[in-house]
């Protein structure tokens, strides 16, 4: 998990992934208030948990029910928005 430069204050989990969900929303470090920005390469992470769906859904159909099988990507998904909190990066933006 990212720490703030500055005052090395871990940033929360919940806080990453309320920014994951608006579209890499800026976050604000509670401490000392330094605005950070998602890293430009980390939003294509965010393909881990875009994809899946049609994935599963449409090209590998894994299962005969098609419910299943946009059921199975859901759940890859919902996982994949679970871990991309530890995977995506900030940079400060106010120096
Ligand atoms: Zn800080």
Same mark, same amino acid.
């Given at each position: 998990?990212? =720490? +703030?430069?500055? +005052?090395?204050?871990?940033? =929360?989990?919940?806080?990453?992934?309320?920014?994951?969900?608006?579209?890499? =929303?800026?976050?604000?470090? @509670?401490? +000392?208030?330094?605005?950070?920005?998602?890293?430009?390469?980390?939003?294509?992470?965010?393909?881990?948990?875009?994809?899946?769906?049609?994935?599963?859904?449409?090209?590998?159909?894994?299962?005969?029910? @098609?419910?299943?099988?946009?059921?199975?990507?859901? +759940?890859?998904?919902?996982?994949?928005?679970?871990?991309?909190?530890?995977?995506?990066?900030? =940079?400060?933006?106010?120096?």
């Amino acid at each position: 998990m990212q =720490k +703030c430069n500055k +005052c090395k204050l871990p940033f =929360k989990w919940s806080k990453i992934y309320n920014s994951v969900m608006w579209f890499y =929303k800026p976050i604000q470090c @509670e401490k +000392c208030g330094a605005d950070y920005k998602i890293y430009f390469p980390s939003r294509l992470i965010g393909a881990f948990f875009v994809l899946p769906i049609p994935i599963f859904g449409l090209i590998l159909s894994p299962f005969d029910n @098609e419910l299943i099988n946009i059921l199975t990507g859901i +759940c890859i998904s919902f996982t994949g928005s679970l871990l991309i909190t530890f995977l995506v990066k900030y =940079k400060n933006v106010n120096t």
